[in-house]
C-alpha cells in the first residue's frame, strides 16, 4: 500500500514502485499501522491485494505424483481518507 494524492488506474505500476506490507490476521481484517498524513486534503491509501489459496482435495495417502490446485488473485485495492483540522486542538 501507498499513500498517493490521485488513484492509479494502472495495476502494473504498483510492481514498479516501493510499498508497504502488511499482513491479514483473517479473511476479513487487514490492520494498518502508523499511517500518518501531515497536511490537510484528500488522499488515497492505493495498493493491491495479492491472495494466494492452496486447495487440498485429496482424502487418500498422498503419493508422490499427487497435486494440489494453487490459486493466486491479485486486485487492486483503494481507500479514499480526506484529511481535515482537528477541532479538538486546544490551539484552536
Given at each position: 500500500m501507498t499513500k498517493k494524492k490521485n488513484?492509479?488506474?494502472?495495476?502494473?505500476?504498483?510492481?514498479?514502485?516501493?510499498?508497504?506490507?502488511?499482513?491479514?490476521?483473517?479473511?476479513?481484517?487487514?490492520?494498518f499501522y502508523n499511517i500518518k498524513f501531515t497536511e490537510l486534503g484528500t488522499f488515497y491509501i492505493d495498493g493491491i491485494i495479492n491472495d494466494h489459496v492452496f486447495i487440498d482435495t485429496l482424502k487418500q495417502p498422498k503419493k508422490p505424483t499427487d497435486k494440489v490446485r494453487y490459486i493466486e488473485k491479485v486486485v487492486q485495492a483503494t481507500h479514499k481518507v480526506v484529511v481535515i483540522e482537528n477541532p479538538y486542538d486546544p490551539d484552536l
Open positions: 488513484i492509479t488506474n494502472d495495476i502494473n505500476q504498483f510492481y514498479e514502485m516501493r510499498l508497504d506490507t502488511f499482513g491479514a490476521i483473517d479473511n476479513r481484517t487487514i490492520p
